[in-house]
Structures are given as structure tokens and as C-alpha cells.
């Protein structure tokens, strides 16, 4: 089947079984052009908590399907490819948080949405990259931040408060591992272009930024600004919205780092294939999900 087939066949399913196709900016193009909403991790939550479909397929890695699922019980949460995880959410276990816990008792434990369910469960309150430095400042009674398990975006959001901020030493090897020098390199070969960058970057990439947010910031700063050249510091997947909301705007990405393997696991072919067989469901079992999803509405009230 071509892609236009499978598109159409897909968007059939999707009204046959009352579904919905919500998918990252960092999915495959093919996939963004068919989805029922496409956003970054705080949109994609607050999209799965309001909707009314029965059926929610995800085009984004294994934490956001459980995100869905703990924010909606009752619907069917779909990951077409349950190997699409997140190396981020792998950087911490149940029990090293536990171990941080009892070594910082006064800590409020800040708790990156690339997460497994379980330590959102043993978390005070979420955050996303869009929100996390407002977060942080919500949290009044609290002096000390254990933030997990984005060592990068906490040392990030250190520049906004004096509170305490606890890095885990986590990261995202995509976002982690991109260096000072290829900035430098294609900052000589545009000398024009601005430089963006996701906070998951590491802080001498981020210290070169003109502009630092999440995915969704980056692009209505790619939008509204009078820059013709920007260089992109987070997934290429971007790239998909960014040339067709700017066609006149020229993108550079800065590094091979820049892709995301899981997030590419997802295809038109496996998302027809889940929406005939309704499988692979994420469910997360009810004792996670009740302390999971304390932690995600705290976050959620604050706008
Ligand atoms: P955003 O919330 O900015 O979309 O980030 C999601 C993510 O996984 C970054 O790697």
C-alpha cells in the first residue's frame, strides 16, 4: 500500500472506532499529516485528558501512552510499537528515587513527564518542558527541588529561581550529547542564523541559544521572529512543522545527534496494524495510576 492509502485507511479506523491520532512533533512526517492533534508533551496530556474518543492511538514513545491511559481509565490507549520508549524515563528506578528521597527528606520531588507511570507515582508533582520553571515556582513551602530525571533541564530551570534544585544526573543522549562545536560550526557556516534550543540540551549548548523552550515555544518563536536562518537544537522531527508554517524561513539542523530512534518506531504501517487488532494497549494497573495521576493534575492546575 502507498502512503496515501495507508493515510486514508487509517483516518477510516480512526472514525469507525471513535478514535483519535494524537502524535508528537517529533514523529515521522507521514504521521504528523494525519493526526487529530499534534503538540508538545504538555499540549498532547492536556488533549488526551479532554477528549471525548474512545479510542486513543499515540504517535509519540511509551511515557506519553501511559500518561493517556492514567489520565483517561476508561479509554483505549493504543502505542503502535511498544518497543518506542524514552532513554530518558530509563535513567531512574523506583528504588534510586527512594534512595534520593531518604537523603533529601525536605525535597519536593519535581518529576519530568518522561517518566515511567511508576515514578510519577512516587512523585510530588509532574512537569513538562513548557512549564517546569512555573512549576517549580508554584511549589511555595518548598526550599529544596529533587528535580528527575532530566539533569540538563533542571540545571536549566536553576537560572529562574533561587530555591535548591537537585539535578538527576540523567539526560536524553539525543539533546545531551549534541556539542559546543558543531554549534560553532554551523553558527560559522550561517553567521545570520539565530540558534534555538530545547532545555534537554546540555548547558554549554544552551548557554549559546538565543532562544531556549520546549517544542511548542521553539516553533511560535520560529513563527513570530524576524529571522530568516534559524538553526534548530532539539529532534528533527520539528523540522515537519516548522518549513510548512515557515516556507520562507530556512531550517538547519546542527548535528547527526538530532533523531530519535524510538520515536521513528512508529509508522503509518503499525498504526493501520494496531487500529484493525486494537493492540498493543498501555493500561497502567490502578495502584500506579492514582499517585500517577495526583502528580500530573497538580501540574495540570497550573497554567
Ligand atoms: P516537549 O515537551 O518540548 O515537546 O519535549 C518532549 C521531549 O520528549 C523532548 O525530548
Redesign the pocket.
Known sequence: MNRSDLQSEIRDLLRERNGILLA???QREEVQEIADFL????ALSIEAAQTEAEVIVFAG?HFMAESASILCPDKTVLLPHLDAG?P?ADKITPGALEKARQRYPDAAVVTY??SSAEIKAHSDICC???NAVKVVKSLQDSRQILMIPDGNLARYVARFTDKEIIPWDGY?P??HFVQPEEIARAKAEHPDALFIA?P?CNAAVVEMADFV??????IEFCRTTEAKEIIVG??IGIMTPLKKQNPEKIFISPSEHLV?QTMKMITLENILKSLKTMKPVVKVPEAIRIPAKRALDRMLAIR
Not at 503538540?39 to 504538555?42: E, K, M, R, T, W
Not at 523552550?213 to 521553539?218: L, P, Q, R, Y
Open positions: 508528537h512533533y517529533y503538540g508538545d508533551s504538555l514513545v524514552c530518558l513527564i518522561n513538562t518542558s513548557s536524553c539525543f539533546h530545547h534537554e523552550g520546549s517544542t511548542s515555544a521553539m532539539t529532534e530519535c
